[in-house]
Every structure is written in C-alpha cells, then in structure tokens.
C-alpha cells in the first residue's frame, strides 16, 4: 500500500494518516477525454397535491384516494377557522393599533421640544400581541411607502457599534431586501462608509423619502442601560436627518422602566403611553367562535377541559391556544379513518367494504342499532348491516343530523350566556364553563338554567321584546314562538300607558301584609288584583317560558349520544396533553428503568431484570436505582461488570466493558442524577430520586 505521496506506508508514523488513491476509471488513458453522458428521461417528480403527510388507517387498507380526502378536508375546515381567528385577533388590536399608528404619524421633534417622540406600550405577560402589533403598523407604513418599523431584541445590542449595525440593516433589508441592502452598499457614489455609520441611514431616508420610521424596542427591561443611553445621546443628534419614533415594548411598569435609566436619557423622550389589552377575554371569544361557528367539527368536553385547565394554570398566549386546537384538529383527522364523512363530496371508490365494516364498529352506531331493534325496526338494522349502499345513505344523514345538533348546542349555550348577562344573575357563568357543562350533558338540569328561567318569568314587556331578536333560530321558527310572538305585538299594540307591562310575578305586582302571632311580626306576600292586560302578559309569559323549558330539554343533550359523534366530535386529552403539557421526566425514568418498553426485543429472558442485552446507561441506572445516597464507585464498578461477565463468559472484554461504564456515568451525570460527592472522593452522590 502506498500514500498518496507514493512513499512506502511503513515509513510514516502510526499516528499519521494514511491516504488511498483509487482512479475512478482504471480503463481509461490518463490523457483521454471522458465518454459523453447519455441523456436519460427524468421520472416525473410528484406534485404537492400528490403527497399526503397522513398515513393510510384501517390496518393500511385505506385507499389513497381516501387517505387525501381526509388531508384536504382537514386543511379546508381548519384554513376556516384560521381566518376566524385572525379576523379576532385584528379586532382586538385594531384599538390599540389606530392610535400608535396615529401618533406615529403626528408626532415630531418640534412638537415635543426637540425630544424624540416615544410610545410606551404596557403588554404586561401578553408578549404576542405586540409583536403582532408592530407586524401590522410595519405593513401599512411600508404599505404606503411612508417608512418602516425597525424591530430590536435585547440580543441585537451587545455593544453601540453593533446595535447600530443592526438598526440600518433592519430598516433597508424591511423593504430592499438582502440584495437591495449589498447593492445599496456598494452602488453608492463617494467614499465607503462602515455598517455602523447613521449617513448611511440618512441616505437611505433621503433617497426613499421616508416620513416615520419606528425603532421599536420590544423586550425593553432586556436591555443594558448604558447602551441605551448612548444610543438616545446619538439619535438625538439626528433627529433633523432621520424621522425616528421610538416604540418601547414594557412588561412591567412605566415607573420601573424610568428608574432603570439615568434622568439624563429620559429626558430625551417625550411622548404617550399605550396599553394593551390582556389575552384572557381573547381566549375565550376565539373558542366561542370556533364552537358556536363551527359547522362540522367540535372539539368534546375532555379536551375543552385541558384547554382551559392550561390557561388557568398559567399564561395563554391566542397563538400558544390555536396551535392546540389545530393540533386537535390534525390529530382527528390523521387517526380517525371516519373523519372521511366530515368531507363536501364523498366519491364512490372510499364507499368500500373496510370503511364500511369500521363504521358498523364504532361504539355508537351499535347503540343507534340497538334502539333501532327495540322499537321493532329490524328490517331497517338488517339492512344496515348487509347493504354498504344503504349504510353509507343512512350515515351522512346521521352525521348531518349530529351536526346540527352540535350547532344548536352551541347556538343556545350562547343564548344562555345572554341571558345571564342581560338578567343580572348573581352567579354568572363564562362561555367555556357553559360549554363545558353542556358538552358534559349537565347544564339541562342544573340550577343555572333553573335560576335564569325563573328570571325570565320575572321580565318586563320591553326587556322581553328587546330579547326576543336573540333567541336562537331553531327556536324561532317554530309555530308556537311565531304564535306567541304575534299575539305578544297585538297586546302591545292596545297597551298605551307609559309604563311596560308587567306579569304577576313580578315583584311590584306583589302585595306584602303584616300578621301578628304570638307578638310576632310575620309578612305575607300575596298578589295584587290584575288588570286584565297584565293578567294576558302573564299568559304570554308563561308561554314562553314553556317554549324555553322545553327547547332546553331537547337541545341540550349530550353530545356523546348522538349517533356516530366519532366523525364530527374530537374528545380525546391524552394526545393534547402529551404534546403540550409532556412529563420527560417519567418517560427519562421509565426508559432508564425499562428501555424495551422503547426499543424492539423478541426475548423475553431479559424482561423484569438487569441484562447485558439492555443499553450500558439502563444498566447503570437500575444499579444506582439500588443504592443509597452516597455510591461507591468501585462496588458499582463490580455490579456493572458482574453483569456482563456472568452473561458473555469467556467472551467478555474488560476494557469495553470498562468503557461502556464510564460512558454511562458520564451520561447519568448528564441529565442531572449522579454528581461527584464533597464528602469521600471515591463516592458519587445522587441528586434525583425515581419519582419526585
């Protein structure tokens, strides 16, 4: 063997490399040119719409044709809710966003004294919003080509020369791009200036002309003060050059952002002061209109629950919330062969016998069977349950029936809600309570809805006529409400006096009279002789609270009952919970102390007990699992190594085994269970124990 150097190998040192050469042609003259290269038809790529990141169900028998159905219908649903989302999240900042963008705009060294203009914005823990904020005052200054915001985070300012680096770098790559910011670096005449010198911001504003440009600041309290300082000192001194407006992002308070800095910097600002709204009430609005507007797809009382429960448990950002629900919604779709339903247009080819067959499964429609068969309809399960045609007919009628159950659901727990605010209940509920509760079957017989019917009965005939427009559709369009609503006008019509009408259950139809038993004083609240105009109200009243009683009963249903809620109703916590509220820990403890619970392993001699066969680090941990606080080294040295020697026998080799035992202590010291112990040197301590 030679080097590539064509010196004897044996010459060079052990420790030096040694370099094979192998020709790629040993066929060919060293001289002659290489054969010209056939040209072969590319295979044809597959397009996106081809691909499908979803996997075929039903023991892979899914056809594929099924398998993008279910994709596409996914994306078109969620891209549904996407933009409901963010039409809500528009209108929360739109407030916010028309002022800072006004004073944007207004604001001046000369009206503020020759101060740089400010803005500080109070986000409190809602961080997102002001990054949102900023996107959208960024996109209508460069919209109308008046500017730009410049975005600094507290890492973009190690030192002065490097914050300003970074600041004329943002404000030209904001609307020339990458290129547009090197070509405006080297295409400008006259000498060349450095990445830190503000003339070349000053060129660029000049050569733009722009009119505000805003450097927003948006972790503040991140920043040193000292370059800030500086910074203002600086900027300051071009403020008849470049029209900046200074935007500063404050998480804690105004008071506590002023007494970081020197008296000298604040004194350069002048400006007003924003807040932002919190994200609690947005939470909720945006859950609201995904249920109550849903049209084919709901998310079940289980994971409404862990949706909350994190919100209350700490800070929700709207974000951080709607890439939860749109985890829901993928993994619906992705494990759920019969979310397939849920689609516009189902074709023939995925009406098939697997398909079929899985729908007869679920627990459901086996219950729907079973009622079926109790009210005598045998023939109509029997064909059910042999005829595919018959089936897949009956299905999308149940599932269009399901769904509109769930909308008027929806539809009355947001009537209620209504209610209880415009009633003045004492007890209010929120709309993800009441959601919660009626997604549980609950809310039917609880003493809310007891307490906001006997409220209603209570009402005035302006306040119900005020309500009447809320009620929910379903319940408008039946022939007793058009009834009740019409002879609800006529009486209103005769009535002329000033004053509304008012039923006998109200409290100022109410006589009380004093009895005296016992020289006791008792009351007696008894009723007031009606005119006959209230004596009708009161029938009108008692009217609708039968229609409202009896609406309640049959809306509000649990979900769970309706026959295959499976396809439209997603309630399973534990791949919401796993993905977003993870516990490494357990799953570290339990990898360590059971690792074929991960990896694949056909034997079973090896399950319940320390083997060779397991990784080195499980080893070691199911022995360190054995000790007490403080481990000698040594001894665990003697149980690593008796582990392998009994096993492999002659076979066994020392110096690996040796190897695999420092490795192991070394990744155990990794992740925080073995450090070296203070007390005796030859001894480890353990810092975790299994469980806490």
Known sequence: METGLGVPSESFSINQGVYIYRPADAGKAPGERPSKRRKVAQEPKETDNDISPFVPLLNGDEPEQSVRLRYQ???????????????ILDDVDAEVLENVSSFVKTASPEIYGGCIPAALLTVGSNVSSLARLLSRLNDQLTSTGEGGVIVLESGDAPNLK????????????????????????????????????????????????????????????????????????????????????????ISTSVELFEARLPRSSIALLKGRFFELHEASNCVDHIYERIQSEGGKFWLGRNLTGVLFEKSSDYFQTPESFCRTVKYAYMSHFFANPASVLLADEIPT???????????????????????????????????????????????????????????????????????????????KASMSELSIRALSGELQDSQTLEDTLAALKRLDSARIEALIPHFPDSMTN???????????????????????????????????????VQQRVKLNKSRANLPEISVKYTKI??????????????????PQDLPLHEAFLFDARNPIKEAFAPRPRFAIERALSNPFDYLMYTSETSEGKISSKQP?????????????????????????????????????????????????????????????????????????????
């Not at 609708?544 to 309640?552: D, E, G, N």
Request: hydrophobic share 40%; proline share 2%; aromatic share 10%.
């Open 73 to 87: 219908t996914y994306e078109q649903l969620w891209s549904i809710q996407e933009a409901k989302i963010q039409e």
């Open 349 to 427: 080819a995925i009406q098939q016998d697997k398909l079929c067959e899985a729908i007869r499964n679920v627990p459901s429609f086996r219950k729907y069977c079973e009622a079926l068969v109790e009210d005598g309809q045998t023939q109509q399960v029997r064909d059910l349950l042999e005829d595919d045609k018959d089936l897949f007919a009956q299905v999308i009628q149940l599932i269009k029936a399901g769904q509109q159950s769930m909308h008027d659901i929806f539809q009355t727990v947001k009537f209620i809600s209504l209610l209880l605010k415009d009633l003045n209940i004492t007890k």
């Open 478 to 516: 039946v022939p007793e409400f058009q009834s009740m609503r019409n002879d609800l006008a006529a009486l209103l019509q005769v009535h002329s006096g000033p004053e509304p009408l008012r039923s006998e259950y109200d409290s100022q139809n109410s006589v009380i009279g004093t009895t005296i």
């Open 541 to 558: 009243i008692d009217r609708v609270h039968a229609l409202l009683a009896s609406y309640f009963e049959t809306t509000l249903r649990k």
């Open 162 to 249: 490097t914050t300003l680096k970074n600041i004329i770098r943002a404000a030209i790559i904001n609307t020339e791009g990458n290129d547009g910011y090197q070509s405006f670096l080297t295409d400008r005449e006259g000498p060349r200036l450095l990445g830190y010198d503000l003339d070349l911001l000053g060129e660029y504003v000049t050569q733009r002309r722009v009119k505000h440009l805003v450097l927003a600041f948006r972790d503040s309290e991140a920043f040193d003060p000292g370059i800030l300082t500086d910074l203002f000192f600086l900027l300051s001194s071009w403020l008849d050059r470049i029209p900046l407006t200074l935007l500063f992002g």
């Open 616 to 692: 080195a680090t499980s080893i070691l941990y199911q022995l360190y699992l054995e000790s007490g606080a403080l481990v000698n080294i040594h001894d665990l040295w003697q149980a690593f190594h008796a582990v392998f020697e009994s096993e492999m026998g002659d076979n066994h080799d020392e110096r690996m085994t040796m190897a695999l035992f420092y490795r192991a202590m070394s990744e155990l010291r990794a992740l925080g269970m073995l450090k070296h112990s203070r007390k005796k040197i030859d001894h480890a301590a353990k810092s975790a124990w299994m469980g806490l």
